[in-house]
Structures are given as structure tokens and as C-alpha cells.
């Protein structure tokens, strides 16, 4: 059986789903099992948001979901058992974007794994967001400002700390993503 799971799901054929999540990576020997859902919000930068469109190249973001299960695995280990699943199409206020969980026998190794896995994936996977707004105005986003895009010469890199995955100044209502 395989230990790691990883989707891109068209929101048009169906919502994410949790429990699978949580089913996948279940073992009698496990006593650790964390899990991160990403919902779309209602505001982001002030703006009053109505929903958001994904887009990405599928067999691109699953090789790159393969790879930060890989990443893991080097890490916390063969017990680890991994679900990576990520919405596609536009999405709703309230809807999930993003299911990660992670399966391991103790639970630091499961909050950890999961940690790892979602950031990985925030940062590194290529995934494009609209952003629709309650005034009609939808915006492709371009990027945390504070993590090496153009809008980085706004705020320079000196003043801002650097945070522990390795961004300068990210306390991570990131731009590419937004959960």
C-alpha cells in the first residue's frame, strides 16, 4: 500500500474531503494523526473577498506534491503516511482549498510532518490564485510581498526579521494561496 496520497481535485467534480484524510493516514500503530484544512476567507488585505479560482498545470503540482512527500519521508521516516489534496476551479467564502495530514506513531512527529508538508506547499507548488472582491475587481495574487516578488522593494529586506522557513518577514496569510 502506498504511504502517500497526493490530488488535485476540480472543485467542479466535487469539494475535498477530510475524512479521507483522516482515513488514509490511520494506522493501528499510529498515535499521532495532525491535519491542516485551508478554507477560502472573507477578507484579505481589507478587501471583502467572494471567492477565489485556483489554477495550475496538474501533472506539475502532483510531481511537486511527490516531492515534498518525498522530503518528508527523508525526515520523519518509513511510518509516515501522507495526504496532500488541493482544490482547482473557483472556489466559495467557506470552501476548503487545502487538506494535508499526516499519519505517524507519535504526535510530534505528526504536527511536525504536517507543518512541514503544508508550508512546503504553500511555498514551493505551482499554484496560481484569483482573488474575486465584493466590488466585481479580481486580482491574480502576485506573491507574498515580504518573500522576494516585486512588491518586496516596497518594504526593504533589512527591516523585516526573518522567519524560520526561510522567507524574510512572512507571518503567512501568504499571497499565493491564502489559507
Request: net charge negative.
Amino acid at each position: 500500500m502506498d504511504r502517500h496520497h497526493c490530488a488535485v481535485v476540480d472543485i467542479a467534480e466535487g469539494p475535498l474531503d477530510p475524512a479521507a484524510a483522516l482515513d488514509f493516514v490511520s494506522d493501528p500503530g499510529f498515535g499521532g494523526i495532525a491535519m491542516f484544512v485551508g478554507r477560502v476567507r472573507d477578507l484579505n488585505h481589507g478587501r471583502v473577498v467572494t471567492g477565489v479560482s485556483y489554477d495550475m498545470f496538474v501533472p506539475l503540482a502532483l510531481n511537486g506534491f511527490s516531492e515534498i512527500a518525498a522530503r518528508a519521508d527523508n525526515e520523519f521516516g518509513p511510518k509516515l503516511k501522507l495526504y496532500i489534496a488541493h482544490a482547482k476551479g473557483r472556489l466559495a467564502v467557506g470552501d476548503l482549498a487545502v487538506v494535508v495530514a499526516a499519519g505517524t506513531p507519535h504526535r510530534d512527529e505528526a504536527f511536525r510532518a504536517c507543518r512541514q508538508v503544508i508550508e512546503a506547499v504553500k511555498h514551493t507548488s505551482p499554484i496560481w490564485k484569483q482573488e474575486h472582491y465584493e466590488d466585481g475587481d479580481s486580482v491574480w495574487s502576485e506573491g507574498c510581498s515580504l518573500c522576494g516578488t516585486d512588491a518586496a522593494a516596497e518594504t526593504p529586506a533589512e527591516s523585516v526579521p526573518q522567519t524560520a522557513h526561510g522567507h524574510e518577514g512572512c507571518d503567512h496569510g501568504h499571497g499565493n494561496h491564502g489559507h
